[in-house]
């Protein structure tokens, strides 16, 4: 689809390389510039414990690296700037994440580098936006715009997601605005500069929880796996064989059918208002229906039943799945077999 298109990658860790990853998966060209002076990525040393100290990428940098052509370059020396300025001539998008300071300073921002390709679509992802140069780590983010807090079990400190979400929901924002760009220019033949920060794109994220506070003053609570407006909604229970079985019922039909199934009397849970009001009650009656029996039997009847269910898997567990293997994607990096999971795409 992008066999044709160039990306000059000037970004490190998680939210730039997996933007310019998407567009490797699509065929297009990705130059990933990485600072001679530090050894590259930083994320190249982000290493469990297990692994190898003699490889010279981890599996958190081949997470968002995929076939990409990584060119060691120290940027205040003026030989290797000139490398880069090569490049940028027939790039089509360069995709940043320095600190606005840092990029000044080393001639790379958006006007620096447009009067060496006038159409170029400069893409920059800063962490709060404007000139603030805080350091902007995902769990700072989360932390910042509301997603610790509400996250997590009641009278417990507050949880990070164990995904660096914050990253991966500004690479989604940042591929969406490129995208939009690339259809700009192929109308006009213009360049633009694309800028936002990991804030703006974490409070976008926040949907329903935020407009629970601005129309409704409702401040979101750790509730565990449950759901603030619905139940029984990512409620667990604990099936005969000890797994753990959630629940997502999200209509009256859904629950009358649950209730069918589990021979429950419905008629105080009729509304979902009334089963928000006694969802203690309502997953008492239902835990001591999923206990009986194991978990391949509640499998097959609730997906007879169309009643939205989920098993608490692990990783081992999911990509056992046929459908998981699917989406995996190989690679050969400086040497080392990497895979990692691709975009879904169509």
């Known amino acids: 689809m992008f066999k044709n298109l160039k990306v000059v990658e000037l970004a490190s860790v998680l939210a730039g390389p997996l933007t310019g990853t998407f567009f490797a998966e699509l065929g297009a060209t990705v130059i990933k510039i990485e600072n001679k002076l530090t050894d590259g990525d930083v994320t190249r ?11 010279p990428i981890s599996a958190y940098y081949s997470a968002a690296n995929y076939s990409k052509e990584s060119l060691s370059l120290n940027l205040k020396d003026s030989e290797d700037y000139e490398i880069l300025v090569e490049h940028i001539k027939d790039a089509d998008i360069v995709i940043s994440n320095y600190k606005p300071n840092t990029a000044r300073k080393l001639k790379l921002g958006y006007i620096d580098l447009k009067q060496y390709n006038p159409s170029l ?8 936006g404007g000139n603030d140069s805080r350091p902007a780590f995902d769990v700072v983010l989360q932390a910042e715009t509301g997603f610790m807090f509400m996250n997590g079990e009641p009278q417990r400190n507050p949880v990070k997601m164990p995904v660096a979400l914050i990253d991966v929901l500004a690479a989604h924002h940042m591929k969406e605005a490129i995208l939009c760009a690339l259809i700009h220019r ?3 033949g213009e360049g633009q500069h694309i800028s936002m920060s990991l804030y703006e794109c974490a409070l976008a994220s926040l949907a329903n929880q935020a407009t629970n506070w601005l129309m409704e003053g409702h401040i979101p609570q750790p509730m565990g796996t449950q759901h603030p407006n619905i139940a029984p909604y990512g409620d667990m229970y604990t099936t005969k064989d000890g797994r753990s079985l959630v629940l997502a019922i999200g209509s009256d039909k859904q ?3 649950l209730c069918s199934l589990l021979n429950i009397e419905c008629e105080e849970f009729r509304t979902n208002a009334q089963r928000l009001s006694k969802r203690e009650m309502l997953n008492s009656k239902i835990s001591d229906y999923i206990g009986k029996e194991v978990s391949g039997y509640w499998i097959s009847e609730l997906e007879q039943r ?18 998981a ?11 080392v077999d990497t895979v990692r999971v691709k975009t879904a795409l169509i």
């Open 121 to 128: 679509i400069y893409a920059e992802l800063t962490g709060f």
């Open 255 to 257: 629950f009358d059918n």
């Open 306 to 323: 169309n009643i939205p269910y989920g098993i608490v898997k692990n990783m081992k567990d999911v990509f056992e799945d046929e459908k």
């Open 325 to 335: 293997k699917k989406m995996l994607l190989y690679d050969i990096i400086e040497g």
């Open 186 to 188: 192929l109308k006009t």
């Open 45 to 55: 040393r982000w290493k469990l414990p297990t692994e190898s100290k003699e490889k």
